[in-house]
């Protein structure tokens, strides 16, 4: 009976790493696609609401970026008063929507591919 004993621990043990290969796999499959299209989705609403402010940058890890845009904003609201940051102000809205639209309307694997994996940082 022992030897029907081990035989079945190492059968046992075959069958758990297996398991474990085939859900470490799966992980990394779900992560990079969801990962992706997550990450697609929030930078693509924030570009369209919040795009003036950069957050759709910084979501996407372009610190620099997301700073300028942020900087042509407050110097916007700061020369507010003598009219030309009515004009300034408009630029980072302009470029936020416009990213906002090209990311929704990329695909997952385009999107992950251009701005995730080989970081464009502008359109």
């Not at 004993?5 to 470490?24: C, L, V």
């Not at 008063?81 to 997952?108: H, M, N, Q, R």
């Amino acid at each position: 009976m022992s030897e029907e004993s081990k035989g079945f621990g190492e059968e046992t043990k075959e069958t758990a790493n297996d398991f474990k290969k085939g859900a470490k796999e799966a992980l990394n499959d779900f992560s990079t696609t969801i990962g992706g299209e997550n990450k697609r989705v929030l930078a693509g609403v924030l570009a369209l609401v919040l795009g003036y402010l950069g957050v759709h940058k910084f979501v996407l890890g372009y610190q620099n970026e997301g700073f300028i845009l942020l900087g042509i904003t407050v110097l916007g609201y700061a020369t507010m008063c003598l009219l030309v940051g009515a004009l300034i102000i408009w630029i980072p809205i302009v470029i936020g929507f416009i990213e906002g639209i090209i990311y929704l309307t990329k695909s997952d694997e385009e999107f992950y591919e251009m701005y995730q994996k080989n970081k464009k940082p502008w359109f």
